[in-house]
C-alpha cells in the first residue's frame, strides 16, 4: 500500500508560504494550508487539500488544522512554518506590546504548531519542519529589527530541537531568504544582491522541497542561505 505523504504550511496563502504550497503539491504531497486572509482555503481547495483560515498565533487555529489533516490522510510527515510581517521601527521606539507582537509573528509561529506535530512525527519515526526565516537573521537590519532578533532566537530553538529529536528521525532546519520576489521590488535592494536580481519564491519553495526530500535526510539543526550572496557565513 502506497503511503500518502502529507505537508502543513502555515501563513501559505500568498508569497514564499503558496509557493511551497505548489511545490510540494506538484511533488506528491497532500497538503494542508493555514492563512488569515482565506487565500490558504482557496489554494488548499485548488490543490485537493484542506484549508484553515486563522492565524498561526492562535492554537485552536492550528489544532484544527492538524486534526484535519490527521482525520483526512492519519499523518504528517512536513510541517513549513512561514510568517507574515512583524513590527518595524527604530530600535529603541518599538513598544513593549510590539516587541512581543514580534516575538509571536518570528518566533511562537515555529513553536505553537512544532508542539502539535512532533508527537505525531515521533509516532511515525519520520518527519520534517522547515521554518522561513530570513537572511539577516545573524547580519541584522535595522529595516528589520523584530525580525532579526527572535530569528536568532529561532536559530538557537532549531538547533536545540535537532538535538532532541533527531533520534526520533524528525528534522528541522531553517531557510533563510533574502530579497525575493514576493515583495515591492526596488533598485537599491537589487543591486545589494551580488547576483544582481531578487530571488524567486519558486527558488525559496525548490529549497523547502529539497529539505523534505530523502535528498535532504541527513541535513538537521542548520540555517541555510538562499538569497543570492547577500549575507556569508564565517
Not at 538535538?163 to 537589487?190: C, F, H, K
Amino acid at each position: 500500500m502506497t503511503v500518502e505523504k502529507v505537508a502543513l504550511i502555515t501563513a501559505g496563502g500568498s508569497g514564499m508560504g503558496a509557493a511551497a504550497a505548489r511545490r510540494l503539491a506538484a511533488d506528491g504531497f497532500k497538503v494542508g494550508i493555514l492563512s488569515s486572509s482565506g487565500k490558504g482555503e482557496a489554494l488548499a481547495a485548488e490543490l485537493d487539500g484542506v484549508g484553515v483560515t486563522g492565524s498561526n498565533q492562535s492554537n485552536d487555529a492550528l489544532t484544527k488544522l492538524v486534526e484535519l489533516a490527521v482525520q483526512r490522510w492519519g499523518r504528517i510527515d512536513v510541517l513549513v512554518n512561514s510568517a507574515g510581517h512583524g513590527p518595524r521601527a527604530p530600535i529603541l521606539d518599538i513598544s513593549d506590546e510590539d516587541w512581543h507582537r514580534g516575538m509571536d509573528t518570528y518566533l511562537m509561529n515555529v513553536i505553537r504548531p512544532t508542539r502539535l506535530v512532533t508527537p505525531i512525527m515521533q509516532q511515525q519515526r519520520a518527519g520534517v519542519i522547515v521554518n522561513i526565516s530570513t537572511a539577516w537573521a545573524f547580519e541584522p537590519s535595522d529595516m528589520f529589527p523584530t525580525s532579526a532578533v527572535f530569528r536568532a532566537g529561532l536559530a538557537s530553538f532549531t538547533k536545540l530541537f535537532a538535538d532532541r529529536y533527531a533520534q526520533d528521525n524528525v528534522r528541522m532546519n531553517n531557510i533563510l531568504p533574502g530579497w525575493i520576489d514576493s515583495l515591492p521590488q526596488q533598485e537599491t535592494r537589487r543591486k545589494s544582491v551580488p547576483m544582481q536580481r531578487y530571488g524567486k519564491a519558486e527558488e525559496i519553495a525548490a529549497t523547502v522541497a529539497f529539505l523534505a526530500s530523502e535528498g535532504g535526510g541527513y541535513i538537521t539543526g542548520q540555517n541555510i542561505r538562499v538569497d543570492g550572496g547577500l549575507t556569508r557565513s564565517v
